[in-house]
Nanobody
Framework: QVQLVESGGGLVQPGGSLRLSCAAS????????MAWYRQAPGKQRELVAA???????NYADSVKGRFTISRDNAKNTMYLQMNSLKPEDTAVYYC?????????????WGQGTQVTVSA
């Protein structure tokens, strides 16, 4: 079973930037759609951004224009560049294999990486 490990989270001030990474144990990014999700305290996990094997991307309205999803197939790594961060972006961020639109996660959830946006 493919293992996914998220990293890159941390504490950042509003308006700041972070880049999250999702490392896979196997070469899957050229085969499967992948997505980033997040879960804030007391809220359900939600889709942040998705990318298909062909490179088509899909973003939640709340992050459009601020976040960019990408992947490096050679490094088996997917990224989420987050700019202009807001306090409401505070959450644990997860990556997973997904349906092409990202609405459905298909794999096992990892530990996630905590992102905290606060002054």
């Amino acid at each position: 079973q493919v293992q996914l490990v998220e990293s890159g989270g941390g504490l950042v001030q509003p308006g700041g930037s972070l880049r999250l990474s999702c490392a896979a144990s196997e070469s899957i990014f050229s085969i499967y759609a992948m997505a980033w999700y997040r879960q804030a305290p007391g809220k359900q996990r939600e889709l942040v951004a998705a990318i298909t094997s062909g490179g088509t991307t899909n973003y939640a309205d709340s992050v459009k224009g601020r976040f960019t999803i990408s992947r490096d197939n050679a490094k088996n790594t997917m990224y989420l560049q987050m700019n202009s961060l807001k306090p409401e972006d505070t959450a644990v961020y997860y990556c997973n294999v997904a349906s092409p639109d990202g609405l459905f996660a298909c794999g096992t959830w990892g530990q996630g990486t905590q992102v905290t946006v606060s002054a």
